[in-house]
Each structure stands twice: as C-alpha cells, then as structure tokens.
C-alpha cells in the first residue's frame, strides 16, 4: 500500500525479494508471488498502479504498509488509509506493516489489545496515540495470526522473509535468505504462532468470529460463545466453521493457545505449569499431553531447543 512519503526502497525491495521467492518457488514445481502496489486516487479509493501478474484482477491476501522517513502519519492523513485496510482485512486479507506503518494499522482499531512493534524511535509516540496497543519495540517482528508488523526501516527484510514462510514454505524462505545474505536464523525472533489459520474463506461471520478468537488467546471460550458471538445456532456454526476454515473450533482454539505457549516457551522462564494456565489450561498434564502431540516435543524439549534466552518485558 502506497501513501505520501512512504519508504519506496521498502516497495521495489519487497517486490524484488518476493521475485526471487518465486523463482525458488517454481523451480521446485510451487507458485510465484504475485505482487502488486495499491495508491489512493483523486476519487478517495484505493487502486492497484503496478502488478507482477497484470490483467489478473482480484484482492491481496496480504496487504503490507510501508513507513517513511519523515515521520508517522497524523490521524487525518490515516483515515482513508485505514479504511482501506479494515475493509481488505474484513474479506480475509492479513496485514502487515514496517517501521511507522504500524501507526496506519493502529489506526484501524484492529491492533486494540494486541502486541505489535515499531522503529525504537517511534515507540513512545505509539504508546501515546495509542495505548491500547501492547507496543514492544524490543522485537524486530510480532506475527500474531492475522497481523505482522516488523520494526525499523530494514526490517521489511525480515517480513519479507515471513511471509515467503507463510505463502511457499520454509525451504525457499532459506534458499531466498541466503540469495540476499540475510541470515533469518541470526535475525529472527521466534513465531509468536506458526499456526496460520485460513482467513480467505469469504464467509465473513466466521471471518469475525476468527478475528475475535485471536484476541482471546488464553481466555475460557466455550462453542456457545463462539456461536452466540457469530449470531449462529450453535450446529449451524459448527457446520460453517468446519468447513471455512478446515478445523473444528475447540481444534483452531487449541491451536491458537498452543502457539501463545510456545512464545512464553520461548521468551521467559516461567514454569510450565504457570504457561499451562496462562493459555488456558487449569490441568498441566493435559496440557503438555496436547503440546507434545501438536508440536512433537515435550514443554521442556521445545524450551531447550528453541529458548532465546531473553525474559518478555511483559506478558498478558
């Protein structure tokens, strides 16, 4: 997404990163990346100016908003942007952004209660604006399900990288990483959730109440909330959950809180028995019985293989 003063070198990097993803990608028998630039028009909406894939039509399932160099956007010069944004991710587009993008995503309410990362220089006035955000700029990327952001200016590289994860596998995010000499393993934090739910589905009273479900990550959430929350009958739901997004929802549930228990796995040293509750989970034996089946390895197996090492300044 293009907006008054954004990073180009970010846009023409993205686009030359996810170029090279593709060719990694075919060569392998897999898609390319179709990549395109959206830029507000005269008439207030948002229209596609550049795409690697012309005459295609469509809408991104990713929707990336840069930063610039002269600073945040106000809330005005957000606005239109933001509409435009809620909107693509009401029809089921993740979004992304890097360096002050994040305030253009703030703006949309969808970072309401949920972490996200700026450029360090940015993180006071992001608090400020808006304290609903849980901001870290400790982290040089958060991907919480159906939003990435990424922190200073060069770390759309990192993003970059994720989403090649997310769109053709792990073996090509390598293969592009050592193309750029980017060393993802050196400059990564770990996945906040490697789950990547499907939200492309086009039902959107589902969409809803899987936008609202990842919010929920270690709150009780029954089936009946879940359909009450969709304005279902609670077989209907059932039904139309299933089949939008491949899993039934105690399944997609437990998987969000899997993924939360792997970043506290991760980033502090809390003892499983606590992270068994806050994700969920009042028995701790069910807990790392579901984690091993899920994951493969025990809590304690994964903590030592992946730990960082590092304490989270804070955790909810």
Same mark, same amino acid.
């Given at each position: 997404?293009?907006?008054?003063?954004?990073?180009?070198?970010?846009?023409?990097?993205?686009?030359?990163?996810?170029?090279?993803?593709?060719?990694?990608?075919?060569?392998? *028998? *897999? =898609?390319?990346?179709?990549?395109?630039?959206?830029?507000?028009?005269?008439? /207030?909406?948002? +229209?596609?100016?550049?795409?690697?894939?012309? *005459?295609?039509?469509?809408?991104?399932?990713?929707?990336?908003?840069? *930063?610039?160099? %002269?600073?945040?956007?106000?809330?005005?010069?957000? =606005?239109?942007?933001?509409?435009?944004?809620?909107?693509?991710?009401?029809? /089921?587009?993740?979004?992304?952004?890097?360096?002050?993008?994040?305030?253009?995503?703030?703006?949309?309410?969808?970072?309401?209660?949920?972490?996200? %990362?700026?450029?360090?220089?940015?993180?006071?006035?992001?608090?400020?604006?808006?304290? !609903?955000?849980?901001?870290?700029?400790?982290?040089?990327?958060?991907?919480?399900?159906?939003?990435?952001?990424?922190?200073?200016?060069?770390?759309?590289? !990192?993003?970059?990288?994720?989403?090649?994860?997310?769109?053709?596998?792990?073996?090509?995010?390598?293969?592009? $990483?050592?193309?750029?000499?980017?060393?993802? $393993?050196?400059?990564? @934090?770990?996945?906040?959730?490697?789950? $990547?739910?499907?939200?492309?589905?086009?039902?959107? %009273?589902?969409?809803?109440?899987?936008?609202?479900? @990842? %919010?929920?990550?270690?709150?009780?959430?029954?089936? +009946? !909330?879940? +359909?009450?929350? &969709?304005?279902?009958?609670?077989?209907?739901?059932?039904?139309?959950?299933? +089949?939008?997004?491949?899993?039934?929802?105690?399944?997609?549930?437990?998987?969000?809180?899997?993924?939360?228990?792997?970043?506290?796995?991760?980033?502090?040293?809390?003892?499983?028995?606590?992270?068994?509750? =806050?994700?969920?989970?009042? !028995? &701790?034996?069910?807990?790392?019985?579901?984690?091993?089946?899920?994951? /493969?390895?025990?809590?304690?197996?994964?903590?030592?293989?992946?730990?960082?090492? =590092?304490?989270?300044?804070?955790?909810?």
């Amino acid at each position: 997404m293009l907006y008054a003063n954004c990073q180009m070198a970010m846009v023409h990097g993205m686009v030359d990163l996810f170029e090279i993803a593709s060719r990694f990608s075919v060569r392998k *028998g *897999g =898609a390319p990346v179709r990549a395109s630039q959206w830029r507000l028009g005269a008439d /207030g909406d948002f +229209a596609r100016v550049f795409d690697t894939h012309s *005459g295609q039509g469509g809408q991104p399932s990713f929707v990336i908003v840069p *930063g610039r160099l %002269t600073g945040p956007p106000d809330a005005e010069e957000a =606005a239109p942007c933001a509409r435009w944004l809620l909107n693509r991710h009401a029809q /089921g587009a993740t979004v992304a952004s890097t360096c002050g993008g994040a305030f253009l995503l703030a703006a949309t309410g969808l970072l309401s209660g949920r972490p996200a %990362t700026t450029h360090w220089s940015f993180g006071e006035e992001l608090r400020a604006r808006f304290p !609903d955000v849980r901001v870290d700029t400790d982290k040089i990327v958060i991907e919480d399900g159906d939003i990435i952001t990424a922190g200073g200016l060069m770390a759309w590289t !990192d993003l970059g990288l994720r989403i090649v994860d997310r769109l053709l596998g792990p073996s090509v995010m390598i293969e592009t $990483s050592k193309f750029l000499l980017i060393d993802p $393993s050196g400059r990564e @934090q770990r996945h906040y959730s490697s789950f $990547s739910p499907k939200l492309t589905h086009g039902d959107e %009273t589902i969409l809803k109440v899987q936008h609202w479900l @990842q %919010t929920k990550a270690g709150k009780p959430v029954s089936v +009946a !909330d879940m +359909a009450a929350h &969709a304005g279902l009958e609670e077989r209907t739901f059932l039904r139309r959950f299933k +089949a939008s997004t491949g899993h039934r929802p105690v399944e997609y549930v437990q998987h969000l809180r899997i993924g939360k228990a792997r970043e506290l796995l991760e980033f502090t040293k809390r003892p499983v028995d606590q992270i068994a509750w =806050a994700v969920g989970y009042e !028995d &701790a034996g069910a807990f790392r019985k579901l984690f091993q089946r899920i994951m /493969g390895l025990t809590p304690g197996e994964y903590r030592q293989r992946f730990s960082s090492g =590092a304490e989270l300044a804070a955790v909810a």
